[in-house]
Each structure stands twice: as C-alpha cells, then as structure tokens.
C-alpha cells in the first residue's frame, strides 16, 4: 500500500489541514493557557464572530479543540494539550540551532 492509499496519511495529512490558517494557530495557542469563550478569540485573532465560529468547528471536528456551553457563552479548550509539543518541534525547524545547521527539537 502506497501513502496515498494509507488511511492512517490521510487522516494525519487531514490533521494538519485542520490547523493550515494563521487564526486556527492562533487560537491553539491561547487555548495553551486554559479554556477560552468565543468571545475571547474572536478579539485574539480580529475576526468576526462567523468567521471564528467557522475555524473553530473544522478544528472540533478534526478533534483538536472540545467545546462546553456554560450558560449563554460557549467554551473552548485543547482535546489534546500535547499537539503544543508538535509547535515546538516545527519552531525548531523554523529556528534551527545555527551552531550545527540541524534543526533541534528540544521538548
């Protein structure tokens, strides 16, 4: 089986799809810290409200982020906390340690 037939590329290479937009990265991030209304996003990545409602469902659904209604607002949080690790690594690679030319992953 070729890794264009592999459901488990697919699903990684639909994974990473999820998270391809500047808002969505950005929104992982502060979800790092806890918790987030939609609110709080929308003003994190000046948006309107469509718009991040719209990055946040391709997010829940790929499973990155689960949501919680308390009362009128709804809340945010990372489903998988480690996914800031893979950031880490990818800074690495952005970054790389100029004494030796190869990107470091350090966490």
Same mark, same amino acid.
């Given at each position: 089986?070729? %890794?264009?037939? #592999?459901?488990?590329?697919?699903?990684? %290479?639909? *994974?990473? /799809?999820?998270?391809?937009?500047?808002?969505?990265?950005?929104? @992982?991030?502060?979800?790092? #810290?806890?918790?987030?209304?939609? $609110? #709080?996003?929308?003003?994190?990545?000046?948006?309107?409200?469509?718009?991040?409602?719209?990055? *946040?469902?391709?997010?829940?659904?790929?499973? @990155?982020?689960?949501?919680? /209604?308390?009362? *009128?607002?709804?809340?945010?949080? @990372?489903?998988?906390? $480690?996914?800031?690790?893979?950031?880490?690594?990818?800074?690495?690679? *952005?970054?790389?340690?100029?004494?030796?030319?190869?990107?470091?992953?350090?966490?």
């Amino acid at each position: 089986m070729t %890794a264009l037939n #592999d459901p488990h590329y697919k699903q990684r %290479a639909d *994974l990473l /799809k999820a998270m391809a937009h500047p808002s969505r990265l950005r929104m @992982l991030a502060a979800l790092e #810290d806890g918790p987030l209304c939609v $609110c #709080d996003l929308q003003k994190i990545v000046g948006s309107d409200m469509s718009t991040v409602s719209k990055h *946040l469902s391709v997010m829940r659904a790929a499973g @990155l982020v689960s949501d919680q /209604k308390r009362g *009128l607002q709804v809340f945010y949080e @990372l489903r998988v906390p $480690c996914i800031m690790r893979f950031f880490a690594c990818m800074e690495s690679v *952005l970054n790389p340690n100029e004494s030796d030319g190869e990107a470091v992953c350090t966490t």
